[in-house]
């Protein structure tokens, strides 16, 4: 009786294995053939039965069930998730390089899926399949600081900033490499795409002088990007502090200090800004949108006489600003506004009828100050159309017939093109 018994558990068992067996062979013979989709069909039924398998049946079923899931350029979440979880199980058997080479895919997959993403708009998707790419790969801290970009783009601030101060704890910096070598012919540095490709034209002497150029951190664009959260969350003196903590770090960070300024520009402490804008200046003195951003909070505080100052820099430094050309313009016709007052005033005696003729000329010579920096914001930037409105008034304000007639021309044409 004893001995029917054993033969019945050793056949239940000999069953068992073979079904086993059965289930994962046809799993394995599914995906040989690409047919991912009817290897995941076939997960549970093998799935129920690992309980029962040896060691050796189970890793081989769970390197399955990862292939299974990871397929070939599979975006479905779901599916990577479970491939993950599969390959990281793996880790420390003999298909361990196997799970290290499943595990690299799977985060690929998620990056390809990022971009995709990113191309369609789709940022809080981006963000999170590039924050499980970091969860991965712990060590490619920029998966991290993509996410974060992906976060402030799709404007989920809260996201971004929990990302942020994970980056700032690891002291992430984001310096990019750059692979430089002169051009023999051409005496001009030139950026190669790898190391390699720069080597190889080193190698055949069309280049000499082989550098690699270390990138500016990001640290500065970090701490602005936490402030600046802060400050939309209405918590000014988190952002402040969080900006001190980077000057810490970096005390002659140019970058910093300008993100400090924008801050206080943000938050209209003007003082402040001036305060800080003054170092940057003196760091970089030949910079026209810091002169002209000056400016700007110059005008705020109505400090006009200074703002002309800071914007006629800014031309100086780039004949081409024509933001700058146009505020200039903006403060000269600022003066028109008290004239037009004085000669709304006036009564109809004859002492005020010189007086308003008197105005009328002061107010065509304040028109006629400002037009040289009209024409010249427009000469920079022809699709201006404020400017151009603004020279088409003037001109018809001057009686030159001729010019406000080409100027509604172009107006007309610029409103059509938009």
């Known amino acids: 009786m004893k001995s029917k018994l054993f033969l019945a558990i050793a056949l239940a068992a000999t069953s068992m294995a073979f079904a086993q067996k059965k289930e994962v062979k046809a799993i394995e013979k599914a995906i040989k053939s690409g047919s991912y989709t009817e290897a995941k069909s076939l997960l549970g039924a093998a799935e129920a039965l690992t309980a029962d398998m040896d060691e050796k049946t189970k890793e081989k079923f769970m390197l399955l069930k990862a292939q299974a899931y990871l397929g070939v350029d599979n975006q479905n979440p779901a599916d990577l998730e479970k491939a993950a979880t599969a390959f990281a199980d793996l880790k420390d058997t003999k ?23 990113q191309n369609k708009e789709d940022y809080a998707s981006a963000a999170t399949k590039l924050e499980k790419a970091y969860n991965l790969s712990k060590k490619d801290t920029v998966y991290l600081y993509f996410a974060a970009s992906n976060a402030i783009n799709g404007k989920d601030y809260d996201t971004a900033l929990g990302y942020y101060e994970q980056l700032k704890d690891l002291g992430f910096q984001g310096r990019e490499v750059s692979y430089v ?5 051409t005496s001009e540095v030139e950026n190669f795409p790898s190391k390699q490709e720069r080597d190889l034209q080193v190698l055949a002497k ?17 701490a602005k990007n936490i402030a600046l959260i802060y400050i939309s969350k209405d918590e000014n003196e988190k952002a402040l502090a969080a900006m001190a903590d980077a000057r810490k770090e ?36 030949n910079n026209p949108e810091l002169l002209y951003n000056l400016g700007v909070s110059s005008d705020q505080q109505g400090n006009k006489e200074k703002a002309k100052e800071y914007y006629m820099k800014a031309v100086e430094l780039d004949p081409t600003y024509a933001a700058a050309y146009n505020n200039i313009a903006v403060l000269i016709l600022s003066d028109e506004r008290a004239i037009v007052d004085e000669m709304n005033s006036l009564g109809t005696s004859k002492a005020d009828y010189d007086k308003y003729d008197a105005l009328k000329l002061k107010r065509q010579g304040v028109y006629k100050s400002a037009v040289p920096y009209l024409e010249k ?3 920079a930037k022809p699709d201006y159309l404020d400017v151009a409105r603004s020279l088409y008034g003037i001109y018809e304000q001057l009686g030159e017939t001729s010019k406000a007639d080409a100027m509604k021309a172009n107006i007309e044409k610029l409103e059509g093109g938009n």
């Open 250 to 285: 970096n005390p002659d960070d140019i970058l910093l200090l300008r993100s400090e300024a924008d801050i206080y520009l943000k938050m209209k402490k003007m003082d402040k800004y001036q305060e800080v804008i003054a170092k940057v200046l003196e760091k970089d003195p």
């Open 206 to 222: 069309t280049h000499v002088k082989p550098e690699e150029q270390l990138g500016d951190s990001k640290s500065a664009e970090i």
């Open 181 to 185: 070598a002169t051009n023999v012919e």
């Open 95 to 117: 298909y361990t390089s196997e799970a290290d080479a499943g595990l690299a895919n799977v985060t690929n997959a998620y990056i390809n899926g990022a971009v995709a993403d």
């Open 377 to 379: 914001a427009l000469a």
